[in-house]
């Protein structure tokens, strides 16, 4: 619940200091790198954690959106850990669709099914599963 809590009070303290939406030209709102990564968190933390699903049960989600680096950020630890190590590490980059994902998770069976939920998440869909 704190981690809820606090992933909650990052996204209420960038949506404060980033004012108004950017838009482009075309006047469409821009997709910035925080945007993308809080929309990424919420998504994992609901169909991950809130969800229930046993594949994740060990796990806890720690955000980072807050950088200041510009590469917001969220982690796995393990559960009741949250200053471990991070066993996985979904990062994005402000001003660039790009997204990172690394850390000892991928190398693990649970690897494709977290790749094929970010990509599908990464493309606007909000469903948990495929």
């Not at 991950?48 to 959106?65: C, I, M, N, T, V």
Request: hydrophobic share 45%.
């Amino acid at each position: 619940m704190a981690v809820f809590a606090a992933l909650i009070f990052t996204l209420a303290l960038g949506a404060c200091a980033a004012g108004p939406a950017n838009q482009n030209q075309s006047g469409a709102t821009a997709d910035s790198g925080l945007d993308r990564m809080e929309r990424l968190a919420l998504t994992a933390n609901r169909c991950w954690f809130k969800s229930g699903d046993p594949a994740f049960a060990r796990y806890s989600l720690a955000p980072e959106l807050s950088s200041f680096s510009g590469r917001p950020r969220f982690l796995l630890v393990p559960r009741g850990q949250p200053e471990a190590r991070p066993l996985l590490v979904v990062e994005g980059e402000a001003g660039s669709a790009n997204v990172s994902v690394y850390g000892p998770l991928m190398n693990e069976a649970l690897a494709s099914r977290i790749d094929t939920d970010l990509t599908r998440w990464r493309a606007g869909a909000k469903t948990c599963s495929a």
